[in-house]
Antibody, heavy 125, light 108 residues
């Protein structure tokens, strides 16, 4: 059974960097199939996809245009996890952040089938 | 970016009734990579349907998805008390992935 466990601070000051880690059990971050996503949810923006990382004989990233200049999603193969870093945060980045697996087999994609528990992040001084 | 518009915003029905939720895309969804999720308060979304019409593992057969191109539907036959929640559609055929704004299914 695949599980994702998130960890990270709940409060970040404006202009600083938001960092959340998603630890994977039951699957591998470097599996040559699916992808590892970050999504956030706020009352004003609803569910917003932020980006993903995936391995296809080398690592790729794919980011939403709205955060592309400020985001990094990095895999950590030694710990079987991946992380979100969002720089220069403002109160608009206040949201619940989720990691999620996007399963794929034989080049068919199955949607976001496993989610982390969510991390509520408030950006405030 | 593909914009997904869900309707209605709120649906009030009684247990045992049938629910029909709509999701319309601003452009055709590649490979019909359209998913539906259920979200309850304080919980992460749960995948119900992928590829427009395929139920995810463990999802009861009262949930069904249909549609292609730009028009998609989630139907829930014989509503159970635990089905009252918010439902989202999502397209994952083209980056950036996008979500609809949600339909709240409430008890009448």
């Amino acid at each position: 059974q695949v599980q994702l466990r998130q960890s990270g601070p709940g409060l970040v000051k404006p202009s600083q960097t938001l960092s959340i880690t998603c630890a994977i059990s039951g699957d591998s971050v470097s599996s040559n199939g699916g992808a590892w996503n970050w999504i956030r949810q706020s009352p004003s923006r609803g569910l917003e996809w932020l980006g993903r990382t995936y391995y296809r004989f080398k690592w790729y990233n794919d980011y939403a245009a709205s955060v592309k200049s400020r985001i990094a999603i990095n895999p950590d193969t030694s710990k079987n996890q991946f992380s979100l870093q969002l720089n220069s945060v403002t109160p608009e980045d206040t949201a619940v952040y989720y990691c999620a697996r996007e399963e794929a087999r034989h080049y068919y994609y199955y949607g976001l089938d496993v989610w982390g528990q969510g991390t509520k992040v408030t950006v405030s001084s | 970016e593909i914009v997904l518009t869900q309707s209605p915003g709120t649906l009030s029905l009684s247990p045992g009734a049938r629910a029909t939720l709509s999701c319309r895309a601003s452009q055709s969804v590649s490979n019909n990579y359209l998913a539906w999720y259920q979200q309850k308060p304080g919980q992460a979304p749960r995948l119900l349907i992928y590829g427009a019409s395929n139920r995810a593992t463990g999802i009861p057969d009262r949930f069904s998805g249909s549609g292609s191109g730009t028009d998609f539907t989630l139907a829930i036959s014989r509503l159970e008390p635990e089905d009252f929640a918010v439902y989202y559609c999502q397209q994952y055929g083209r980056s950036p992935y996008t979500f609809g704004q949600g339909t709240k299914l409430e008890i009448k």
